[in-house]
């Protein structure tokens, strides 16, 4: 079954954690580690694997949200059959197979001219999605899972709940200096209903994250142009979920499970976290 809910993954970000690397290169092309065959192991640009994973799940339709100046990502994810003409012939088999996972999907560009925040990279997306439903997927952070995948939980969630405006994955963390923050209500035994959020709060109402990956109906659109800048000076996510909750829509979460990791590169410590994971896993 090939699923027509469309992806909208976010790749404009800046990294200045991870400078003087992410000068030129996107930190969305950070490199994991991944396996070939049986025991053989590659390394590949989060971003393809973020890519590849979802292709697994039978999504097709995408939707990268970029910055013009960094153009690596574009060029990355452009067939060059040319390229491929003079490698080793067991990486041709590597390319040619994401090639072709590529002229399977449709893949979409769209700049955001400044980065001024996650809220601002996804608003830009409102012409891409329309009036559908959607997943957004940040392009710095996957979760690895052992069963079913948190994407086909959040939409299987969606199905049940019509009426439901968003749906977040969250984690427990023992820091929440890096995350949004949700008060919620437990309904069942992984399911929660979202009372509020609040962008990286100094006294946390809940001992969970909210991660960069959720599921949205098309009314978040008009919750980010009612929003203005927050935290950091930008236009965050965090702040239009809030929006609609305010507005008396639901809003509910599922939790990340114990046979489900999360891999991020968005700081040099949690890249060598992800490095060390990846390689172990691969």
Request: one cysteine or more.
């Amino acid at each position: 079954m090939i699923f027509m809910t469309k992806v909208v993954i976010t790749a404009a970000g800046k990294g200045t954690r991870l400078l003087p690397f992410t000068k030129d290169m996107p930190k969305e092309m950070m490199p994991i580690f991944s396996e070939k065959s049986a025991g053989e192991k590659i390394v590949i640009p989060l971003l393809q694997y973020i890519f590849e994973q979802l292709y697994d799940m039978n999504f097709r339709d995408y939707c990268f949200i970029v910055r013009k100046e960094k153009r690596a990502i574009q060029k990355h994810f452009k067939i060059q059959k040319s390229y491929i003409k003079n490698i080793p012939n067991n990486y041709k088999k590597i390319m040619n197979e994401f090639y072709k996972k590529l002229t399977n999907s449709k893949l979409v560009w769209i700049n955001q001219p400044k980065p001024l925040g996650f809220g601002h990279a996804v608003k830009q997306a409102e012409k891409f999605v329309g009036k559908e439903d959607f997943i957004v997927h940040a392009g710095d952070a996957v979760i690895l899972s052992k069963y079913k995948h948190p994407v086909l939980r959040l939409m299987e969630v969606s199905k049940k709940n019509p009426d439901a405006k968003a749906i977040l994955l969250c984690k427990k963390v023992q820091n929440s200096k890096r995350y949004g923050v949700p008060d919620v209500k437990k309904l069942s035994n992984n399911l929660y209903l979202v009372k509020e959020v609040e962008e990286k709060p100094n006294k946390p109402k809940s001992k969970f994250g909210i991660m960069p990956l959720y599921y949205f109906k098309p009314e978040i659109f008009a919750s980010l142009k009612n929003i203005k800048p927050g935290k950091g000076g930008e236009y965050q996510l965090t702040d239009a979920i809030q929006d609609l909750i305010t507005k008396k829509q639901k809003v509910l979460t599922i939790i990340l499970n114990q046979f489900e990791e999360e891999i991020d590169v968005g700081t040099v410590e949690t890249f060598k976290h992800s490095q060390e994971i990846t390689f172990r896993k691969a």
